[in-house]
Structure formats: structure tokens, C-alpha cells
């Protein structure tokens, strides 16, 4: 398009002027083209997916499964054996013998010399539960001699009080910490199931009784956890009532301890831990959870969740060896503590030659160039599981006891009061720790309101 301004009618002063003009006119322009790339940018990003990111698996899309061939209905069998379904009960309750005593194609008497066994299986059934109530009868007997009233003894465990046994509420907490089952479902399923009326409020009064003895298993544990060697520690938000707190879990192989705070700072780990400071901690990479041990493992399962999302945002350069190299470290980690200790140090000092000529890599994709700089500041922490074999190299244990909250929070939607929430932590901190020694969550939480510890004081 030709200007049909005249240049040469300017003078000096107009001329710059009109230069001023269209500077400022390009810099806007230039402002604008800036900001509609980054807008198409953001558009043509890839979308976070559990594959790439640290969303969970319920957040993502999962595609239909094809049709295997040739089945055409139910499985018959596990793979690699026939079907026959599950082994014979070692011993069973009562044993059924059925033995022809003619021949049904001419009515021959049949003797026991006759007969082969031809089949052997178990029918099972589960007995029909009714509540045992025990009607105690006490009496008080009034002296003759000196007119005191004695109260009659009652055996252990009918004395007067709640009607409910230690049994009952041990199964109430056992659904409902660990199963997710709410208050109403919950007098709902032990009304049907074994004819036991019990209400909602009688529930919820059932189980502040014995929050008590929850606190004292979960202070037995958080006395051990301050002397704890290794920590692995992750978090996760909840609702008590209406507002957003976050459930902080601290575990290792001998212990675990869950509390709830409105907080999701650091200061959480610095009440919790008292002062005491480990010697190796690992976790994620968030700020929070950053320097508080001597000694730090990265968790390596997000960092390969991070190298394939900038892979698919195309970098070509950095993130696909990075993700290679973090596969390889991933595979050591699988068997690293049965590895001898120059073997850990051979295979770490070749990771560390080949993080090398990684880091000289110069990306130009933006997630490149970010993954390299966080690398730049923390590749030390990336291969501490083969200096200290007591570390995993992922914080896979610590998301595995986090997701029994986020089942629960997503069927109840959270919780109504503080001490609610204070009991489902220290529940859970009793069962996750009983685990780890074998006890079964119903039995850790029976033992519990029993006043048996799970973690023997010391």
C-alpha cells in the first residue's frame, strides 16, 4: 500500500514527531504480538494427564480396553492354568459324603468296593449374625450388723455405661476409617447385615470414647518417628467443615504418623518433628518438604512424569535423554539394597558421568530449559538411594497411605469437626504402623480401644 503522505512537506520537528509516533505505535503492536504468541503457546501446551503430571489416576481419561480375541465370555480360568476355581479348605466344618446305593440303569445294589470318589468341593456360607445381649442384673445388698449398702461386683466388660461392646465400635471404626463408609450408610450396613439398631449419634458418641486411646498409640508413635533415622513424608488436601486443610503423613518401614492441619507450610514439619532432625528425608519437590533432613531423595517417579510432559510439549533436546537416564536409575532402585556397596558406588558414579553430558545440553523449549536449570540446583539429590540403601528411590509409600484419605474424602466429602478429623489421623497412624508389624487394621484398632499398644513405648 503506497502513503500518500508527502515526507518532504515535514519539517524537522514534524518528521520526529511522526517518528515518535510510530515507534510507540510498533512497541504496542509488537506488545500485542508478544502476548497472542504466549496465549498460543498455552494453547497448543499439552494437557496434564496423570501420565505427565501429578494428577491422579481418577483425574485422567482412560480409554476403552479392546476385546481380547477369541473370548467370547467370562474368563474360565487364570492365565497359564485351567479354570477350577479356589483351593480346597484344609479344614472344613462338616464333610458331605454322597454315594449312589443303586445303579440307575438297572437298580443293582452298589457296595462301598463299588465306589471311586469322583469330585471333591467346597460349598461355603457365612452364619447368620445376630447380636448377643447380656442383661445384667445388679444388686446391692445392705448390711445388717452396721447398715452399709455393697454394690455387687460385675465381671470385666458389662460394666454399666454404653451398651455397646469393644467389638462393636472396633468394627464401626474398622468400616469407617478404613472402608470410607459414612455415619448413615454405616447404621445402615449393621442393621441389615446383623440386626444391631444403632444410631448415628451413638456412633459418633462410640467413637469420641475411644479417641483417647487412639492419642496415646499416636504419641507412642510420634515419640519413635523424632528418633527416626529415615522419614518419607507427603501431603494431600481435606475438608473439615467447609475449609481446606491438609493431611501431612510421615512414614518409614517401622512406623507411620498422619495429622491434619489447616497449614500446608513448613512449619507443620517443624512442630511435628520437634527439633529432631534426620538423616535422610524423601519426598517430593515441594518448598515445604525441602531441608529438613542432612541428606535428601528426590522423588524419581515425579521427575519422569515431568520429563514426559516436556516431551510432549516437544522437547526434543533435554527431557528425552533426562527421561532415559531416570529410567535407567528407576531399574537400580528395584534391586539397589541387594547390591554390594562398590556396585551402588560404580553404578552412581556412571550416572553421574552421563548426567554430564546431559547438563551440557543447551534446550530451547521452555520445559527444557526449566527441567535443566531444576537440575542444575538438585542433581545431587537425584541418586542418593545408592549411597544410602535404606531410601527408596521413589515416594510411592508415602502416596499409597495418603490414598485412603482421598477415597475418603471423595465418598464423605470430608469431615464435620476437628476431633473427627484429629481420630481418622491417628487411626490411620495406628493401622498404617500395625501393618508394618503384621497386625491386621481391624486387629490394630481392636487392640487399641483394648489399651494394647501398636508400637511398643521407647
Known amino acids: 500500500m503506497t502513503s500518500t503522505l508527502d515526507l518532504t512537506a515535514l519539517s524537522p520537528a514534524e518528521k520526529d514527531a511522526l517518528i515518535l509516533t510510530l515507534s510507540a505505535r510498533l512497541d504496542a503492536a509488537l506488545r500485542l504480538i508478544a502476548e497472542l504468541q504466549a496465549r498460543i503457546d498455552d494453547l497448543a501446551r499439552p494437557g496434564k494427564t496423570p501420565d505427565n503430571s501429578s494428577l491422579p489416576p481418577s483425574k485422567g481419561q482412560k480409554p476403552n480396553q479392546p476385546q481380547k480375541p477369541g473370548r467370547t465370555g467370562p474368563r474360565t480360568g487364570s492365565l497359564g492354568r485351567k479354570g477350577g476355581g479356589r483351593a480346597l479348605t484344609a479344614d472344613p466344618d462338616e464333610t458331605v459324603i454322597a454315594q449312589p446305593a443303586r445303579c440307575r440303569h438297572c437298580q443293582a445294589a452298589l457296595t462301598p468296593a463299588d465306589q471311586r470318589l469322583q469330585a471333591r468341593y467346597d460349598k461355603i456360607d457365612l452364619p447368620q ?47 469407617r476409617f478404613v472402608h470410607a463408609i459414612s455415619y448413615k450408610r454405616l447404621s445402615r450396613l449393621l442393621l441389615d447385615l446383623y440386626g444391631l439398631s444403632i444410631s448415628e449419634g451413638a456412633l459418633d458418641a462410640a467413637f469420641l470414647r475411644g479417641k483417647p486411646y487412639f492419642d496415646a498409640d499416636t504419641a507412642a508413635i510420634l515419640a519413635r518417628l523424632r528418633r527416626a533415622r529415615v522419614i518419607c513424608s507427603d501431603e494431600t488436601s481435606v475438608r473439615i467443615s467447609g475449609r481446606t ?27 511435628v518433628l520437634d527439633g529432631h532432625r534426620p538423616a535422610l528425608w524423601v519426598s517430593d519437590l515441594y518448598s515445604a518438604q525441602q531441608g529438613h533432613a ?84 538438585l542433581r545431587e539429590h537425584l541418586f542418593t538411594f545408592l549411597t544410602h540403601p535404606q531410601v527408596t528411590a521413589d515416594n510411592n509409600s508415602s502416596e499409597r497411605e495418603l490414598r485412603p484419605m482421598a477415597t475418603y474424602r471423595k465418598v464423605t466429602g470430608g469431615f464435620r469437626s476437628g476431633w473427627g478429623a484429629d481420630l481418622y489421623a491417628a487411626a490411620r497412624s495406628v493401622v498404617g504402623t500395625a501393618k508394618r508389624r503384621g497386625v491386621d487394621a481391624y486387629a490394630a484398632i481392636r487392640q487399641t480401644l483394648q489399651g494394647q499398644a501398636a508400637i511398643v513405648p521407647g
Open 129 to 175: 449374625v445376630r447380636p448377643i445381649v447380656t442383661r445384667v442384673e445388679r444388686y446391692a445388698g445392705q448390711c445388717r450388723c452396721c447398715g452399709s449398702i455393697t454394690l455387687a461386683a460385675v465381671p470385666e466388660g458389662l460394666e454399666p455405661g454404653t451398651p455397646f461392646s469393644i467389638g462393636i465400635v472396633a468394627l464401626a471404626m474398622y468400616l
Open 245 to 271: 486443610h491438609w493431611n501431612w503423613v510421615f512414614q518409614n518401614d517401622d512406623l507411620v504418623i498422619h495429622v491434619i492441619r489447616p497449614s500446608r507450610g513448613a512449619g507443620v514439619v517443624a512442630e
Open 294 to 377: 542432612d541428606t535428601w531423595q528426590i522423588c524419581l517417579a515425579h521427575q519422569l512424569r515431568d520429563c514426559q510432559y516436556a516431551i510432549e510439549a516437544s522437547d526434543t533436546v533435554f527431557a528425552p535423554r533426562m527421561k532415559a537416564l531416570l529410567l535407567r536409575a528407576a531399574v537400580l532402585a528395584r534391586r539397589h539394597r541387594t547390591l554390594a556397596e562398590s556396585t551402588r558406588r560404580a553404578y552412581r558414579a556412571r550416572l553421574e558421568r552421563d548426567l554430564n553430558a546431559i547438563m551440557v545440553l543447551a534446550p530451547t523449549q521452555r520445559d527444557g530449559r526449566r527441567l535443566r536449570q531444576r537440575y542444575g540446583k
